[in-house]
């Protein structure tokens, strides 16, 4: 059952009417706004999903940075860090900068990413895949391994005999302990999820999945946890691993919560299964919209959401601060204890 609840944000910035997010200037000052007043208001976490070419949140170790050292509790994080698109040792000294700065609160989520709006976008950031990875799915994996041990404190390059008084293989600097047991890895289905146990990472499923077994996403992401934990056991890791889960929760508060989502509420509140790309078919979560109470008994139904100890509740960040903290004081307040 989840103990600890953080908010998810895609950063979207649009100049149209009703955005109060016109700029990316906005929408990063913004950021910080939200998750010095998310913390205020009880929130343990502000997490930020990263998307390159498009209108959203991009680089996220200046972000998160920005906020550690602003704030003194909550968590940072990513949801998730596609790493197709990294340098594996430069991120790997940004993020333990991030983490010093932010005194240990770094919850890093990486993955292979999601469908872009370019093609293969990582080929312009000077990542080629090998011939036999048309997806670059084994690169992110590779990648992900060298961060892994980057930010371990393996040592990555020869010393200069001239310039040092060691033989051994030098690690990047600076280094975070504890910054390893703070990776999660984005699973899209069992298998990754397995996977991501065998690597010693903590787990994070989002709002959908990119298989469909015809049960709900709550049920079919609660099998995905046992299995997580299942291998976990099995490879022989001392710690307890985290689980988090992203729901899309908007509590009807007042008439502006009513007027954007009141008519949304029976339309989304059931999955949706589609494809995300070609060929690819997947599981969308439903939406839970409605008055508190209604949310606390759907969401104590939601088996995902009672096996997992982290929710990510997903704001419409495009609406400004103001509202999305009143919905993130509500839910902090009156529907945590559906969540545990």
């Known amino acids: 059952m989840a103990t600890k609840i953080g908010f998810l944000s895609f950063g979207h910035w649009m100049d149209a009417p009703g955005s109060k997010v016109r700029t990316a200037s906005d929408v990063l000052h913004q950021a910080i706004d939200l998750a010095v007043g998310a913390e205020e208001v009880g929130i343990d976490g502000a997490y930020f999903r990263v998307h390159h070419?498009?209108?959203?949140?991009?680089?996220?170790?200046?972000?998160?940075?920005?906020?550690?050292?602003?704030?003194?509790?909550?968590?940072?994080?990513?949801g998730v860090i596609d790493m197709r698109y990294e340098n594996p040792l430069y991120m790997a000294?940004?993020?333990?900068?991030?983490?010093?700065?932010?005194?240990?609160?770094?919850?890093?989520g990486v993955s292979r990413g999601s469908p872009e709006p370019v093609i293969a976008g990582y080929r312009a950031f000077g990542h080629i895949p090998d011939e036999g990875d048309p997806d670059g799915a084994d690169m992110a994996?590779?990648?992900?391994?060298?961060?892994?041990?980057?930010?371990?404190?393996?040592?990555?390059?020869?010393p200069d005999p001239r310039r040092s008084h060691s033989l051994d293989p030098q690690p990047v600097q600076p280094q975070s302990p504890g910054l390893r047991d703070r990776i999660w890895w984005?699973?899209?289905?069992?298998?990754?999820?397995?996977?991501?146990?065998?690597?010693?990472?903590?787990?994070?499923?989002?709002?959908?999945?990119?298989?469909?077994?015809?049960?709900?996403?709550?049920d079919a992401q609660a099998e995905q946890i046992r299995m997580f934990r299942s291998a976990w056991e099995v490879a022989g890791h001392t710690r307890t691993p985290r689980v988090s889960v992203s729901r899309s929760i908007i509590p009807i508060i007042d008439d502006e919560s009513r007027r954007y989502f009141g008519v949304r509420a029976q339309a989304e509140a059931v999955d949706q299964v589609g494809y995300i790309d070609v060929g690819e078919i997947a599981r969308f979560g439903r939406s839970y919209i409605g008055e508190p109470d209604a949310l606390v008994e759907q969401l104590q139904r939601d088996a995902a959401v009672q096996e997992a100890d982290t929710v990510l509740v997903t704001v419409p960040n495009a609406l400004g601060v103001d509202f999305n903290l009143r919905q993130l004081e509500v839910i902090a307040r009156d529907i945590r204890p559906a969540l545990g």
Do not use: C
């Open 93 to 108: 000294e940004d993020a333990a900068v991030a983490d010093l700065i932010s005194d240990g609160r770094l919850q890093l």
């Open 141 to 158: 994996r590779h990648a992900t391994d060298v961060f892994l041990r980057a930010i371990g404190g393996a040592g990555v390059a020869n």
């Open 186 to 218: 984005g699973a899209g289905s069992r298998k990754t999820a397995v996977w991501a146990a065998e690597q010693g990472m903590n787990l994070m499923s989002s709002t959908l999945l990119t298989e469909d077994t015809g049960v709900e996403l709550g």
């Open 53 to 78: 070419y498009a209108q959203q949140h991009s680089a996220p170790f200046p972000l998160l940075s920005a906020i550690g050292a602003r704030t003194s509790r909550i968590e940072l994080g990513t």
